[in-house]
């Protein structure tokens, strides 16, 4: 089994599952990043996902491997990235985060983390 470090660092994308305000959840895959066990995620301020975690913060995670889990339950709240951040998501996915305008960025703070 892969170190979960690695296996954050390798995954493309992760699910994520968001609460809608009339209390029904929104899964969708993100391109995401972890540095120093925050989780990061960009996306359109006005999309269905941040809205919800703009008046409910509560998030779940996971990588796809579903015959070997990695789940991780925290909150989130909007963020400017800092250089570790932005570096982080131009060498995982060549994208300048830092200078993109039409994103916000969230940080996730882990509370609960099941790896299989």
Not at 87 to 116: H, I, M, P
Request: hydrophobic share 40%; charged share 25%; net charge neutral.
């Amino acid at each position: 089994m892969q170190m979960s470090d690695e296996r954050t660092a390798k995954a493309p994308t992760m699910w994520m599952a968001t609460v809608r305000p009339n209390g029904t959840p929104h899964l969708v895959p993100i391109w995401f990043v972890v540095v120093d066990e925050k989780w990061y995620f960009a996306t359109d301020p006005q999309s269905v996902k941040a809205r919800n975690l703009q008046q409910n913060p509560a998030i779940a995670i996971s990588l796809e491997d579903g015959t070997n889990p990695y789940v991780v339950e925290g909150n989130a709240k909007i963020v400017k990235p800092t250089k570790k951040v932005a570096d982080a998501f131009l060498k995982k996915y060549n994208w300048d985060v830092s200078d993109d305008d039409d994103y916000v960025l969230f940080e996730v703070t882990v509370k609960r983390k099941v790896l299989g």
